[in-house]
């Protein structure tokens, strides 16, 4: 599971955007990638409520309002400058790969500088792949923890001592701060904020019109170049599909290895250089994960979801929760049903 810090007393607040809807600015940087930059647009853009409405309002400016060249040749013309980032609820920097100083710890663009210092206090700010290189030259990462590709970490540390960069996790959730490992991850990204905004429903059903799935096993520690194994070496893809069938059951390491028809040292070895993480921590994320989706899903009582997920007990579901996300399950199921509440 990605790295997350949830927030209990977290609610979509009543938006800037047209309808009261949440503004989120995306910020369109000379060198910016396509890919990169249209996530927020098409993964908050597939985010509708019961009634078939939009919920998000998405706008993409640039810092002086003209338009940039993206690292593809094609110039983008923005739909808005900087004065859409003081109103913007969420603004969000994609990568660039036009501004080498910043590899090397800034100083950012006096043009860059100017338009990340409209931006409110208070408003959720979110980096995707390297524009955590921006967030942490503004001074806005500093003793936090974030992310970033994996392959920039040790670069990444060289120019911001500062931060405290993670290259194990999809994303890092530091409340009002988010930060996103490369590329694709920033659609898991954007994916958690609609459900911290919105809860599992709204979720599922943007995930599902953008064909990709509501979140991910394991952390970017599975993509970190290794050895390619050898096409005859067994996987642990079969016992993982097994266990998520039985999470309500006491499985065991030895259950797991087993089924893999392995050893326990391989076993273990194996699973982590597939999923980066131990077994055992990926079968507690595996029913954390369950147990969110019957909080968020369901009027259970806490020790049934508790027993549903696979914790036995709800003061072992308490304490996996507070350790976890930093909330109790009758706090964390306050803020995804604010109606039952």
């Known amino acids: 599971m990605s790295e997350t810090r949830e927030h209990a007393e977290h609610t979509a607040r009543p938006g800037s955007g047209t309808d009261g809807r949440h503004l989120v600015a995306v910020l369109a940087l000379p060198g910016f990638p396509p890919f990169e930059l249209g996530i927020p647009s098409r993964v908050f853009g597939s985010a ?8 998000y309002e998405v706008v993409v400016c640039t810092a002086d309002g003209a338009p940039v060249l993206s690292d593809s040749g094609f110039t983008l013309q923005p739909a808005a400058g900087p004065e859409v980032l003081a109103a913007a609820d969420t603004v969000i ?4 790969h036009a ?13 860059v500088a100017a338009a990340i210092a409209r931006i409110r206090p208070g408003t959720r700010l979110v980096s995707i792949c390297t524009g955590s290189y921006v967030l942490a030259a503004a001074g806005l990462l500093d ?16 120019a911001y001592p500062r931060v405290r960069i993670d290259e194990d996790v999809l994303f890092v959730d530091d409340g009002d701060v988010l930060t996103s490992a490369g590329v694709s991850a920033g659609v898991d990204l954007c994916l958690h904020m609609i459900r911290r905004d919105h809860g599992v429903a709204v979720t599922n059903r943007a995930a599902r019109m953008c ?8 952390g970017q520690a599975q993509y970190i170049d290794r050895p390619v194994p ?4 067994a996987t642990t893809t079969a016992t993982r599909a097994w266990a998520l069938e039985r999470l309500a059951e006491p499985v065991t390491l030895g259950e797991l290895a087993a089924h893999a028809r392995m050893s326990l040292r391989t076993f273990t070895r194996r699973f982590r250089d597939e999923v980066g993480m131990t077994p055992v921590q990926w079968l507690t994320a595996q029913r954390l994960e ?15 979801v508790a027993h549903r997920a696979g914790f036995g007990s709800a003061n072992s579901l308490r304490q996996h929760m507070r350790s976890t996300l930093g909330v109790s399950p009758i706090a964390y199921r306050r803020t995804f049903q604010p109606a039952s509440a």
Not at 93 to 96: A, D, L, Y
Not at 230 to 233: F, Q, S
């Open 99 to 111: 501004m080498p100083e910043l590899a090397l710890g800034g100083p950012l663009p006096p043009a």
């Open 230 to 233: 050898e096409p005859t070496v």
């Open 93 to 96: 920097v994609p990568p660039t």
């Open 290 to 304: 369950l147990a969110r989706h019957l909080l968020e899903s369901s009027d259970l009582p806490v020790d049934l």
């Open 48 to 55: 509708v409520g019961e009634d078939g409405e939009g919920l």
């Open 143 to 158: 003793d936090r923890p974030a992310t970033t590709h994996w392959n920039l970490a040790r670069e990444f540390r060289r």
């Open 211 to 218: 064909v990709v799935p509501p979140w991910r096993d394991g």
